[in-house]
């Protein structure tokens, strides 16, 4: 990565235990390092497509109707290593307001594509960028993106992309635009080192490259951490997530797989608890988790972003 881009703060698994991702806990990715936006003079653009293109600040955002919404933030991975799983993820409850209210008080036409840009701007990759830029399908973002305004009953700190950040639950990181200042309405995609060039990937049955959004299936083993001295009975617990629900985790003993015990995920794009209780042998083992969602996604063994995610323990006698 350039220099100006920040990875401040990658948490370990063990770090990720509760339900709600502590604010501290949440990692921090910023291409060009952290933007500081002053909400005094901030204003949120709703242009394009629109009938009447809307000009907002702060107090008009926040007098508008809000919702909290819990979803999982997940990094997809360095883009230009797209194969290394890097494990930056977080279940967060946002807080702001639904893009839907902002599109029909603009009057937003039947188009295909809603676009959100960052105040933030630089070099990336050796390439000079006036701004952060992604765009997401105009439905998708009506039916559940939000422009949030706090994060787990907080305002926004600047790392998270004060004043306001676009966030697509289900989606992956990169999509959630922080420092946002302006949503268009277009009928096509923009050309843009972070839409059409990074963060894309072609999987099986893909015509061709595209852009990065459905969470992958994933899970992570939180307890017990890796390195630990254990007893002889243990509960090997974690989270599972994805774009679609997970509809089963296994657990792996040294390789002997068994089927979890696995929360449903209900009404939000969440995180979901799993656990299994199991006996170890005293000495050396590998636990593993393994996750299905309802699309009949796996996690891979190995040699992709989401793999399954593996720890190792020694149980005393
Ligand atoms: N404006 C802007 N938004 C951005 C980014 C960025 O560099 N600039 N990085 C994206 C990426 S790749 C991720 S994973 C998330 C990280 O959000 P966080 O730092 O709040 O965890 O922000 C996304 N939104
Ligand atoms: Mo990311």
């Known amino acids: 990565m350039d220099p100006a881009s920040t990875t401040k703060w990658i ?30 003079t901030w ?21 508008m109707p809000a919702v909290d919404v819990p979803a999982v933030l997940e990094c997809f991975g360095n883009p230009l290593e797209p194969g290394v799983f890097v494990r930056r993820a977080a279940n967060v409850v946002w807080h702001g307001v639904p893009v839907a209210a902002l599109l029909e008080a603009a009057g937003a036409a039947p188009s295909s594509a809603l676009w959100a840009t960052g105040s933030d701007a630089g070099v990336f990759a050796g390439t000079a960028c006036t701004e952060y830029r992604k765009d997401v399908p105009l439905a998708v973002a009506r039916e559940r993106a939000v422009v949030a305004l706090g994060m787990n009953g907080a305002p926004l700190t600047d790392e998270h992309g004060a004043p306001a950040r676009f966030v697509v639950p289900g989606y992956f990181g990169t999509n959630n635009v922080k420092w946002l200042r302006e949503l268009t309405v277009a ?3 923009p050309e843009h080192l972070f839409t059409t060039r990074l963060y894309q990937r072609t999987l099986p049955g893909d015509p061709g490259p595209q852009p990065v959004r459905d969470l992958d299936v994933t899970s992570v083993v939180t307890t017990p951490p890796d390195g630990a001295r254990t007893g002889a009975d243990v509960t090997v617990t974690g989270w599972a997530w994805g ?11 040294d ?12 009404e939000h794009r969440t995180w979901q608890r799993f656990a299994l209780d199991v006996t170890l042998a005293p000495g050396e083992h590998v636990l593993a988790a393994r996750a299905t969602d309802a699309a ?16 190792a323990v020694v149980a005393d006698r």
């Open 11 to 40: 948490p370990g698994p063990e770090r990720l235990d509760a339900r709600v991702t502590g604010v501290d806990d949440v990692y921090v990715i910023g291409h060009f390092g952290i933007a500081h936006v002053d909400p005094a």
């Open 43 to 63: 204003r949120l653009r709703v242009g394009g497509d629109v009938a009447t293109p809307l000009e907002l600040d702060l107090p008009a955002l926040r007098a």
């Open 187 to 189: 009928d096509r995609r």
């Open 243 to 253: 774009a679609h629900p997970v509809t089963s985790v296994e657990v792996a003993v």
């Open 255 to 266: 390789g002997r797989w068994r089927t979890a015990v696995l929360e449903p995920r209900g």
């Open 296 to 311: 009949g996604r796996v996690q891979p063994a190995d040699g992709a972003r989401n793999a399954v995610h593996a720890v």
